[in-house]
């Protein structure tokens, strides 16, 4: 009606607002017909389009997309050449990542394994057994796009209850999301949730080890932990309050690249619970990436290891990784279902004696660039290891360099 009458208001507008000449005239009849004409034909036209547009069918299926990173594993090599570059004062850690940037920042969220710990500066970075990084580093991540960080995993405690309260306040005096780890109950029970153009999406974070280490009988920290009932228990209620549920797990053999019977059968119950992703870090090697169907006609996405995403271990496996996108169809009536599945290998690069740390999309790497690979002085190393360990995993397209499911 509000088109009708626009269009009747611009019909006087025009009769009222032009000047007609007397040689111009046309008899009064015939232009009141002429009037009445072009109104009713307008007021048809109008009518059809809005009574169209309310017989459609409402488009309710919306589509949020995700980037999954393995571990961020950060070794004094790699935070030591950061304070070189930074001139001595501070960090700069763009050259590591700048090979691989483009990756972080494509998605509606991006989540990171964030292996060490970020003390908030309270104490100096340190490097293996107990790993503590700057806040330049975190700084740097959440700057390249990551939304989410998970830091449920064996280095937790690393630096005791005391450094794990930096780690939160440095996380949460920035207003930065992480999973895995909380102040209290109170916090666990606070389920962190991202809303995409109406949709929520809510994350999960759990960890196998905490390498022998354990929170004092008194401490109100709480770490999450691997228990298959009780993760089962978080996903259905954080599907009561969310469309999306993605699970962040720490599990699995160190250099293992074989997926454990318990993972497949845990990853299918985690799915019919309602998870709808399944990201898995910890071995440090990648393993293969799964499509599950689930018994309501929707699907998961399990990834049961991502590999490392940066490091400076001394296998070759080791340096070989990926960054996995997807997306998750969420719609009325029926359950969510994975799209757009895309897989990206990635290759840490590192010189003699583990220097110039640094980051490759595989597509921009050469043979000639792993033979001068720093990995060689302790392991095999070459261009086609990559491309076997990537194929043997069903992660990788000869053709295009990249593994689209």
Not at 130 to 155: C, K, Q
Not at 325 to 352: K, L, Q, R, S, W
Request: charged content about 25%.
């Amino acid at each position: 009606m509000k088109k009708l009458l626009s269009v009747i208001a611009s019909v006087f507008v025009l009769c009222s607002c032009t000047k007609v000449s007397e040689t111009d005239a046309v008899p009064a009849m015939e232009n009141v017909e002429t009037e009445t004409s072009a109104v009713t034909t307008a007021a048809v036209t109008t009518e059809t389009v809005v009574t169209t547009a309310e017989t459609l069918p409402p488009v309710t299926a919306k589509t949020v997309t995700f980037t999954a990173l393995g571990d961020n594993l950060i070794h004094s090599s790699i935070y030591k050449q950061a304070a070189r570059r930074a001139g001595g004062e501070g960090y700069d850690f763009e050259y590591a990542y700048a090979g691989a940037a483009d990756l972080l920042d494509r998605t509606d969220i991006t989540v990171l394994n964030q292996e060490t710990l970020i003390c908030n500066d309270k104490y100096e970075p340190s490097t293996y057994p107990r790993f503590n990084s700057p806040t330049a580093l975190g700084d740097y991540m959440a700057e390249l796009g990551v939304d989410v960080f998970t830091i449920a995993n064996n280095h937790t405690l690393d630096m005791g209850t005391d450094g794990l309260f930096a780690c939160l306040d440095y996380y949460d005096e920035r207003g930065m999301i992480r999973v895995g780890a909380y102040r209290n109950e109170e916090d666990m029970e606070n389920i962190r949730i991202i809303e995409k153009d109406g949709v929520k999406v809510s994350f999960l974070c759990y960890t196998e080890s905490l390498n022998g280490l354990s929170l004092p009988a008194d401490s109100p920290l709480i770490i999450g932990r691997y228990d298959r009932d009780a993760i089962i228990n978080d996903i259905k209620r954080a599907k009561e309050i969310s469309d999306i549920c993605i699970v962040s797990l720490h599990w699995g053999l160190e250099n293992s690249s074989a997926v454990e019977d318990y993972q497949r059968d845990a990853a299918k119950e985690f799915a019919e619970a309602g998870a709808d992703a399944i990201i898995g870090n910890h071995p440090h090697v990648l393993r293969e990436v799964e499509i599950i169907e689930t018994s309501d006609g929707g699907s998961a996405i399990c990834a049961y290891s991502l590999g490392n995403f940066i490091s400076a271990q001394a296998v070759g496996t080791n340096l070989i990784g990926g960054v996995l996108d997807f997306g998750v169809t969420v719609e009325d009536g029926a359950a969510n279902v994975i799209c757009d599945e895309e897989f990206t290998p990635i290759v840490t690069h590192y010189d003699g004696n583990f220097s110039n740390v640094r980051l490759y999309k595989l597509s921009d790497y050469t043979p000639e660039m792993a033979l001068s690979h720093g990995v060689r002085a302790n392991s095999r190393f070459d261009y086609d290891y990559i491309t076997e360990y990537l194929t043997g995993k069903g992660l990788y397209n000869l053709n295009d360099q990249r593994y689209i499911f």
